[in-house]
């Protein structure tokens, strides 16, 4: 069975500082890897995603994260954050498969404040 | 807006009813997913479908949950007998499959489920 641990659940920053979020799986097989972000009243999406090829990929508004598969680890980061970066942040590990069964983390609140 | 619907958006009922809930995904998306999310939880899988077949149940899915996606389009889940532990937010997600899936699920804005 696949699992997603998040790290960090409530995290507060100052507009303009860094950020990772750190994130590990376990899953035995070949996996996918998601980072969904939902801003305050909206649904979840996509931020960005990971499925082979070159383990640094970006998402949208800056974010990128790096898939470490010995530390089976895929950590979000932003080089400086902006008060609309205020959202909730989860960690996802889909099976590379027929289809994909997508199992999440807990989740990471982020507050950056102005 | 044509991403995925969800009905009603908030539902309170007393412990012992039945809910049901609708989900509209994406037209052109033939995969349709069931999710749960309780306070400071993610998501949790609860089911899912291609087309109209019911492929995977989590063992979360108790027997007084039930998923139906008759004609392969929009989908219900049905809670009978409610439990004060079936509050939550349910959410829906749909896909695209084969080749043209990006391994992305679109998100609904849930049903928020309150049992008194």
């Known amino acids: 069975a696949q699992s997603v641990s998040q790290h960090n659940h409530h995290v507060i920053l100052s507009e303009a500082a860094s950020l990772e979020l750190g994130c590990n799986y376990s899953y035995g097989g070949t996996v996918n890897l998601f980072w969904y972000v939902q801003y305050p009243g909206q649904h979840l999406q996509l931020l960005l995603k990971y499925f082979s090829g070159d383990p640094l990929v970006k998402g949208i508004k800056g974010f990128e994260a790096e898939f470490i598969k010995s530390k089976f680890s895929f950590n979000l980061r932003k080089p400086s954050v902006q008060w609309s970066d205020t959202a909730e942040y989860f960690c996802?590990?889909?099976?590379?498969?027929?289809?994909?069964?997508?199992?999440f983390g807990i989740g990471t609140k982020l507050q950056v404040i102005p | 807006d044509t991403g995925v619907s969800q009905d009603p958006r908030h539902k309170i009922t007393k412990r012992g009813q039945n809910v049901t809930f609708r989900c509209d995904p994406i037209s052109e998306h033939n995969r349709l997913y069931w999710y749960r999310q309780t306070l400071g939880q993610g998501p949790e899988f609860l089911t899912y479908f291609q087309n109209e077949a019911q492929l995977e149940k989590s063992r979360l899915l108790s027997d007084r949950f039930s998923a139906e996606r008759p004609k392969g389009s929009f989908s219900t889940l049905e809670i009978q007998r409610t439990e004060q532990g079936d509050s939550a937010m349910y959410l829906c997600?749909?896909?695209?499959?084969?080749?043209?899936?990006?391994?992305?699920?679109?998100f609904g804005e849930g049903s928020r489920l309150t049992v008194l």
């Open positions: 997600a749909s896909s695209l499959s084969g080749r043209a899936n990006t391994g992305e699920l679109f």
């Open positions: 996802a590990v889909g099976n590379s498969g027929g289809y994909q069964k997508v199992t």
